[in-house]
């Protein structure tokens, strides 16, 4: 069973018809035991960086999730606002700690001669198609954002840049470390190639 984690700020029912689309079992919950019998762990979002971690700690879900995925070492997948509050800290409205799992940082994207937020369809420079994750994808195929924020590009060997973005600058669009993975654009906005990405994080 594929948990979604409910902390009030993602389109977390566009997230589960994705995944039951693509056959699994999947609940939306913030109870822990529903978290802790789950086989995988989705992170969605939609909002701000603050909300986000207000809402973390407002439903109590970061020792849940920190247990599941830091001491259990159960897969999680952060998607758009999910994958940022992985990281240690984000600028939007003043500087706020994140879930510190990615010794990264999530700033606003540097945009002189671009409209933000950055909505709409843009493509990846994929790097690491041997782990799976973008299999069956290739630069071509294009992916829906929608964030005025992005992490920081960051050369440590900690994790594994998946794939890039282009759009005022270069940012990290995916990523790999052991368990945890993150993707900047919506997959269940993305059409097949957002199907594909979902179905390869389950099956990776």
């Known amino acids: ?26 609940k939306i919950s913030r109870d822990e035991n529903m978290i802790s019998n789950s086989d995988a762990i989705i992170l969605p ?23 599941e995925v830091i001491i259990k070492k ?6 758009c606002l999910g994958f940022q509050l992985m990281c240690n800290k984000g600028e939007e409205f003043g500087t706020n700690k994140g879930l510190s799992w990615l010794n990264l940082n999530v700033t606003k994207i540097k945009s002189k001669n671009f409209r933000l937020p950055h909505v709409g369809w843009n493509k990846l420079k994929i790097y690491r198609n041997d782990i799976n994750f973008f299999k069956g994808i ?7 954002f929608n964030h005025t924020y992005c992490i920081q590009k960051k050369n440590i060997s900690d994790f594994i840049t998946l794939a890039e973005c282009e759009y005022g600058e270069n940012f990290i669009a995916a990523l790999k470390m052991n368990n945890i993975y993150g993707i900047q654009p919506h997959p269940e906005k993305s059409q097949n190639q957002g199907l594909q990405v979902l179905k390869n994080f389950f099956e990776n």
Request: overall charge positive; some cysteine.
């Open 1 to 26: 069973m594929i948990c979604i984690i409910d902390y009030e700020l993602g389109n977390t029912v566009s997230v589960q018809n994705a995944v039951r689309k693509l056959g699994y079992d999947c």
């Open 45 to 67: 979002g939609v909002g701000s960086f603050e909300k986000g971690t207000n809402n973390l700690k407002k439903y109590n879900l970061v020792n849940i999730l920190n247990n």
């Open 74 to 79: 159960k897969k999680i997948l952060g998607i």
């Open 138 to 144: 290739s630069d071509k195929d294009m992916f829906y």
